[in-house]
C-alpha cells in the first residue's frame, strides 16, 4: 500500500495548533502516544503535475509550525523515503530502494556509511532525535538468504524512533478517500 504521512515527535495538542496554520487539509491521529501522525489531502496540482515541494510542504510548514521534527513517509512499494523536517528550517532525506545492494568494495562500502552516519547524526540533532545510532540502523541491506526488509517496515521503524503512531504507514490520501481507523479527526486548510 502506499503511504503518504507525517509523523512527529510533537504531541497531538502541539500538532493540532499547528494545523490551524495549515494550507491543506487532512486527518490527525487522536490516539494516544507521545507523538503524533498526520494524513494530509492531496496537494493541489499546478499545471498539471503536483512538484517536489507541494508534496513536502505540509510537512515542512508542521515542522516549522510546532517547533518540532517532522517526518514526510512516502513509499510507492520500489523506494521508502523519509523526508526530516527541521523546526528551525531545511530538512534532509533518506531513502531505500527495494533493490539495493551495498558496495562490495569495502573502501566504497566504508565511504558509503560514513556519509550514511553522518546524514543520520544530523538528522537526529536537527530533529531532536536521541539515539542517532538507532537511526543509521535502519537499513535494507540484504541478509544473507537475500531477503530484505519492506519499505513499510523501514517506516514502522522510523515511526517508533520518533514515538508517533505507525497506523499511517501504507495510507495515503493520495490514492484512498480518508484514513482507516476511527482515531481520526478532520482539520481543514486555513483559507487564503
Known sequence: MPTYAVVTTAHRDQVRVA???SKVGGYLHTG???GSAVLFDRPKPRFGRISRRRMLNPAWELAVDSKAGAWLLEDDGQC??????YPTGGYLSLG?????????DPAQLAAH??????????IARKTGLADPEAL??????????GSRIAG??????????????????????????GPRGLEFERFEAKAR
Not at 521508502?80 to 523536517?85: E, F, S
Not at 556509511?113 to 544530523?122: F, G, I, Q, S, V
Not at 517496515?153 to 490520501?173: E, F, K, T, W
Request: aromatic share 4%.
Open 96 to 104: 531505500w530502494t527495494a533493490g539495493w545492494t551495498p558496495p562490495e
Open 32 to 34: 494516544a502516544g507521545p
Open 19 to 21: 494545523l490551524l496554520r
Open 113 to 122: 556509511l560514513r556519509l550514511w552516519n553522518k546524514d543520520c547524526a544530523e
Open 152 to 177: 513499510e517496515d523501514i517506516l514502522r521503524r522510523i515511526c517508533v524512533l520518533v514515538g508517533a503512531p505507525d497506523l499511517v504507514v501504507g495510507q495515503s490520501l493520495l490514492s484512498q478517500a
Open 136 to 145: 543509521a540502523q535502519v537499513r535494507n541491506d540484504p541478509s544473507p538468504d
Open 80 to 85: 521508502a523515503q523519509v523526508t526530516a523536517c
